[in-house]
């Protein structure tokens, strides 16, 4: 555990732009000893006059060890997120500290079916388990609602439809052209008409902004899911 949680320094490999704001880091770092789906890790930035900031970044990839993703999305004012999603490139040094995290996880084992709920940036972490899903080879069932404002912020959306997962999308502002449904936040009725029901027993997996999660949170345990079987990670305005 002492060497899992000392900082590491990896190295950009590669970069995807996921929308026109959020980017894919993708790490090469020697030391990394692989991770569970769900967890996260810390970066660390330094300046050259010694002040140095820290954020935890949910982790993008499925395990693999000396390597890792994180998907960065651009927050407004924010003092760590734009040089990682607009500035730092392949070949460039990243200090980071990890996995962390033992509770928001999914391991390939469970069978017991998946729901997945992601607000906005939350999708980061359920990726990683739709991706540990497919390298597992499992057939464990999963569902993911994803809600997001615009089809051109849904991150991954591409790849989503290709890993054999139950997805729909929620657009919040701003929906496909012929889309069925005008643009709405998740309520009730969507979950009841898209996500497993009580009485499948599933697992849940809920991430996103705090309001996002709170008013989901308590929609699935008013719609009698076991609050036991909900797990949730959120964060606020600048904790990404």
């Known amino acids: 555990m002492v060497r899992r949680l000392s900082w590491q320094v990896g190295t950009v490999s590669a970069v995807r732009d996921e929308t026109p704001t ?9 030391d990394w000893p692989g991770h569970l789906a769900g967890q996260h890790l810390d970066v660390r930035l330094t300046a050259p006059d010694g002040y140095s ?34 500035v730092l490139d392949v070949g460039d040094p ?15 084992g469970d069978a017991q079916p998946v729901q997945l709920i992601a607000g906005g940036s939350g ?15 499992s057939d464990t069932p999963f569902k993911l609602l994803y ?17 054999g997962i139950d997805l729909t999308f929620a657009y919040t502002r701003r929906t ?22 009580p009485d499948d027993k599933p697992r849940v997996y809920v991430c996103g902004p705090t309001p996002f999660v709170e008013v989901v949170a308590n929609l699935l345990v008013d719609a009698g899911h076991d609050p036991a079987a909900i797990r949730t990670e959120r964060f606020g305005p600048t904790g990404r």
């Open 176 to 197: 496909p052209p012929d889309w069925p449904m005008p643009p709405g936040r998740v309520g009730a009725g969507l979950l009841a008409a898209h996500a497993w029901t």
């Open 94 to 108: 990243l200090e980071l500290r990890g996995p962390v995290g033992g509770y928001f996880v999914w391991r390939p």
């Open 123 to 137: 999708v980061v972490p359920l990726m990683a388990m739709a991706r540990a899903r497919a390298q597992a080879g």
């Open 53 to 86: 900031t820290e954020r935890s970044y949910s982790i993008a990839s499925a395990s693999a060890e000396g390597r890792v993703e994180i998907t960065v999305q651009v927050v407004d004012d924010g003092e760590v997120s734009p040089y990682l999603a607009q």
């Open 22 to 30: 959020a980017r894919t880091l993708v790490l090469d770092v020697p």
């Open 147 to 163: 809600s997001v404002r615009s089809p051109a912020e849904a991150i991954y959306a591409s790849e989503l439809g290709d890993l």
